[in-house]
């Protein structure tokens, strides 16, 4: 056992038994804990390589911060002279051979010691550490010849049509507040500490932001400070412009959109507090944030909408939930709905803290929701058996919040009762009307206008398996979204019928994973992933296709 420590620490114990000298040459010594030196059976080196670019053999500890050498993966009659250079003459007696080393006895030359019993693996972790393997998956064969937007028959060849076609990608990521990573800490005891530290996570995030090269990102979690020292910045400098609304609590992270300055111009911003100190119900502080954005360079494409947010995490409160959702969807439809009547094509993307198949995330989907009878716990679906049974009253919120049940603003009404001809009404008999007219607009029944579909399918279609979007400690899960609309308008103007076919077409989207692929890198985050929720990417095409049937066409 002495030997073998003797041998983790980089020194060999002389032939008399007293003393010790060093098994490795000084410039082996000098690496330290911070650079190692792995080689494989074709004996080559790769100096000065970091720890979290090198490769690791299927014969390691899964904890072990280094790569590891053994016995199994050379040959049998291979020595390696060149790691005792220049002195390898003092090693000629020293009877090197693989089969001198048991199967766990691996050669290391690190140090490393685990700090805390938190630090040891746990079931979950796998053996092998690497890239995440991401493919694009095309979902449109996008060709402008084939393309047909509407059919021959419903066409009049005389007469003129006007095509507009953009398109654009949009990346959703939940970059992990570092000042939350800190507090939740009990969820990352599978990472090792030195992927936790912001300055080495950031460099991982804008690299990951730099190669998907996103004409929108929507990003969560970004905290204040570094928003504004860094993320801002650094940004701009890739040609972004940066929006951005924090939180209105204690915690100092929020919700921005950043998009190209070279693809988009910004018509108006729109932060959305869910925080209202009126309301009891509404006592949290998440945000959302929704953009205007006109394409440039195609005047007869209309503006997009594009909405970002961040929705409450208690999945024991849906009722907050639910109601935060509606105030987004209120600000979406006041500014998606055009002086024309129509509505422009809505992205809105985020961290919903809902499961796919959740009565929230159907609401999304199928525009509609009767939550009758419906347990709070059970509006996200994140817990499979939710504690407590409290149902969802009617409404949800206050009418005070001036948001109807379509999700839409509404103008405070207050119920008159006109003053009978008759003297003996009293103040009681108008308390009772006023009661029984707002019963009548009591409704269980939740709708939005909008037509979302989802850019993931939320399983893999040939094994079923649930894809995941976060993974940490505790769960993996599916929560984070990129709805896009796919609403078709038609309208009369001065007599002349105009139809106005806008929406927006999935072209592509980057895949997502499985928890048994996630936890082959040791979950999230881990040395190349700097967050614990995966960047979500998506290509869209949009088509603005006029079709005039009056007599000048």
């Not at 694009?136 to 028959?153: A, P, S, T, V």
């Given at each position: ?81 060149c790691l005792f250079l220049p002195n ?100 990352y005891r599978h990472c090792r500490k ?360």
């Open positions: 056992m002495e030997a073998w420590r003797c041998v983790r620490r980089g020194y060999s114990r002389c032939a008399g038994g007293k003393g010790r000298y060093p098994m490795l040459p000084y410039h082996l010594q000098s690496l330290g804990r911070d650079r190692i030196t792995p080689w494989d059976i074709s004996q080559r080196f790769c100096w000065n390589r970091h720890i979290s670019s090198c490769m690791r053999w299927p014969g390691n500890d899964s904890w072990s911060p280094y790569p590891y050498f053994s016995s199994q993966h050379c040959p049998l009659n291979w020595r390696p002279p390898r003459n003092q090693f000629q007696q020293w009877n090197w051979r693989p089969d001198n080393f048991t199967h766990t006895s691996l050669f290391h030359l690190s140090s490393y010691i685990m700090d805390s019993e938190e630090d040891k693996p746990s079931s979950k972790r796998q053996k092998t550490q690497g890239v995440i393997k991401r493919h694009w998956e095309y979902l449109c064969q996008h060709n402008k010849e084939n393309m047909k937007i509407l059919g021959d028959k419903h066409v009049d060849q005389k007469c003129k049509d006007e095509k507009e076609k953009f398109e654009f990608s949009v990346m959703s990521y939940n970059i992990l507040s570092q000042d939350l990573l800190e507090d939740n800490s009990y969820l030195p992927v936790l530290i912001w300055g080495f996570r950031f460099p991982n995030i804008l690299r990951e932001i730099k190669h998907m090269d996103a004409d929108i990102l929507c990003l969560q979690e970004v905290q204040e400070d570094h928003y504004r020292k860094e993320i801002k910045p650094n940004l701009e400098s890739l040609g972004y412009h940066c929006e951005y609304k924090m939180r209105t609590g204690r915690k100092p992270d929020g919700c921005a959109i950043c998009f190209k300055c070279s693809k988009f111009t910004l018509l108006s911003a729109n932060p959305v507090e869910f925080y209202r100190r009126d309301i009891p119900l509404l006592d949290r502080d998440n945000v959302g944030l929704v953009l205007l954005l006109q394409p440039k360079f195609h005047c007869t494409v209309s503006p997009i909408c594009v909405a970002n947010t961040h929705l409450l995490y208690n999945p024991r409160r849906g009722d907050i939930k639910l109601t935060q959702l509606a105030m987004l969807l209120a600000e979406i439809s006041s500014v998606a709905h055009q002086n024309d009547g129509t509505v422009c094509p809505i992205i809105i993307c985020g961290d919903f803290n809902s499961v796919p198949g959740s009565p929230l995330y159907s609401f999304i989907k199928e525009g509609k929701l009767n939550y009758e009878g419906l347990a709070i716990g059970k509006v996200s679906g994140q817990e499979q058996s939710p504690r407590g049974q409290r149902i969802l009253s009617i409404p949800i919120w206050p009418p005070s919040l001036g948001i109807s049940q379509n999700c839409v603003y509404e103008i405070p009404q207050v119920t008159r009762v006109e003053k009978a001809e008759e003297d003996d009404v009293t103040q009681k008999q108008l308390e009772k009307t006023e009661v029984l007219v707002a019963a009548k607009k009591l409704s269980s029944n939740l709708h939005h206008h909008f037509s979302l579909s989802s850019v993931y399918s939320h399983y893999f279609p040939n094994t079923g398996i649930p894809e995941v979007t976060t993974c940490h400690s505790k769960n993996a899960v599916t929560v984070d979204y990129i709805f896009y609309s796919t609403e078709k308008e038609t309208i009369n103007t001065q007599g002349t019928e105009v139809a106005l076919v806008g929406g927006l077409k999935l072209l592509g989207r980057l895949s997502l994973l499985t928890e048994e692929d996630l936890w082959t890198v040791n979950g999230l985050p881990n040395e190349n992933n700097s967050s614990d929720h995966l960047p979500l990417l998506a290509k869209v095409f949009y088509i603005s296709f006029v079709l005039s049937t009056s007599k000048h066409c």
